[in-house]
T-cell receptor
Framework: GIQVEQSPPDLILQEGANSTLRCNFSDSVNNLQWFHQNPWGQLINLFYIPSGTKQNGRLSATTVATERYSLLYISSSQTTDSGVYFCAVGGYNFNKFYFGSGTKLNVKP | DTEVTQTPKHLVMGMTNKKSLKCEQHMGHRAMYWYKQKAKKPPELMFVYSYEKLSINESVPSRFSPECPNSSLLNLHLHALQPEDSALYLC????????????FGPGTRLTVL
């Protein structure tokens, strides 16, 4: 299967700081999503981004498919950004979907 | 509307009980998913339904039995569970199977005594 590695595993930020989360994957993918899981367990889709760059407010993401990595940028972080950020990928066989182990973000006021 | 609903929010059951988890979406999506998430771990795919037919079963024990009565509903029937089955069970849906954005429900927290 496709290996998905996320870094860093834990991140502590002061409110207002910027951060970059990384997702490396071991094979070609046709599906890549970034999710935020809040403390209550709700998984919220942030980006569907198998390639290219997207932006949504303070968040943006870039996937370089040829080099097998994706980056999630969080600017001007807020306490509500706290939680776990997951990267998940699917291959061209359309029968698997793999989550990375996540980055746990704690934004302090 | 990008909402996926799940009931119940919490469920406590004994090892001899039979219970069901329910999931509903009204986005016209043709793929629906069940995931299991243990504490401090990422979600793991269990089942995928595509066009109301079981498409993927990730070698899940038979004490978990999925059902897709129609294109909007997905059930997970539970029977003779073990304490290690205690977890957050998440439902998701997408337009087509594993090719675009998945939208997740809030989950059911299951405790097996």
């Amino acid at each position: 299967g496709i290996q998905v590695e996320q870094s860093p595993p834990d991140l502590i930020l002061q409110e207002g700081a910027n951060s970059t989360l990384r997702c490396n994957f071991s094979d070609s993918v046709n599906n890549l999503q970034w999710f935020h899981q809040n403390p209550w367990g709700q998984l919220i889709n942030l980006f569907y981004i198998p390639s290219g760059t997207k932006q949504n407010g303070r968040l943006s993401a870039t996937t370089v498919a040829t080099e097998r990595y994706s980056l999630l940028y969080i600017s001007s972080s807020q306490t509500t950004d706290s939680g776990v950020y997951f990267c998940a990928v699917g291959g061209y066989n359309f029968n698997k979907f793999y989550f990375g182990s996540g980055t746990k973000l704690n934004v302090k006021p | 509307d990008t909402e996926v609903t799940q009931t119940p929010k919490h469920l406590v059951m004994g090892m001899t009980n039979k219970k069901s988890l329910k999931c509903e979406q009204h986005m016209g999506h043709r793929a629906m998913y069940w995931y299991k998430q243990k504490a401090k771990k990422p979600p793991e795919l269990m089942f995928v339904y595509s066009y109301e037919k079981l498409s993927i079963n990730e070698s899940v024990p038979s004490r978990f039995s999925p059902e897709c009565p129609n294109s909007s509903l997905l059930n997970l029937h539970l029977h003779a569970l073990q304490p290690e089955d205690s977890a957050l069970y998440l439902c998701a849906s997408s337009q087509e199977q594993l090719t675009d954005t998945q939208y997740f429900g809030p989950g059911t927290r299951l405790t097996v005594l």
